[in-house]
């Protein structure tokens, strides 16, 4: 059985940073995209500055489009965060980051967010 593109391919809103979010959901329902993958960051949906109450309008916004988030990505390779970082309040404030990336991807409807457990410094024993 051949599946169409539109049910296992997914379009990430990463190429729309200088687009409004309404922008790339009208993109995606004039490609007649089914699946879309969130971007956690500027401009679209920044973790530490996004309100819970926005998430769920935003998530109102896709439903009315007919998208399905599949996966939600906070961005935290070029953001001050790493939950394995040997200090703790670094780390305590990394993973309350995360607890709240967590709680957007529910409000998403996503079943999956992108985690990078991060990385040490290089100067660490690589035992570590």
């Not at 916004?61 to 996966?71: E, R, S, Y």
């Not at 939950?83 to 990336?101: E, G, L, N, Q, T």
């Amino acid at each position: 059985m051949r599946r169409d593109w539109k049910e296992i391919i997914a379009i990430g809103n990463y190429h729309y940073t200088a687009y409004s979010f309404e922008y790339f959901l009208d993109s995606m329902a004039s490609l007649e995209v089914k699946n879309i993958e969130i971007w956690g960051a500027k401009p679209h949906i920044c973790v530490d500055a996004v309100s819970l109450g926005k998430v769920e309008t935003m998530r109102e916004a896709i439903d009315k489009k007919g998208l399905k988030v599949i996966c939600f990505c906070p961005e935290q390779n070029t953001y001050p965060l790493d939950i394995c970082a040997r200090d703790d309040d670094f780390r305590s404030y990394s993973i309350a980051h995360m607890k709240k990336a967590i709680e957007i991807t529910h409000i998403l409807g996503a079943k999956r967010m992108l985690l990078c457990p991060g990385n040490g410094s290089l100067d660490e024993p690589q035992s570590d």
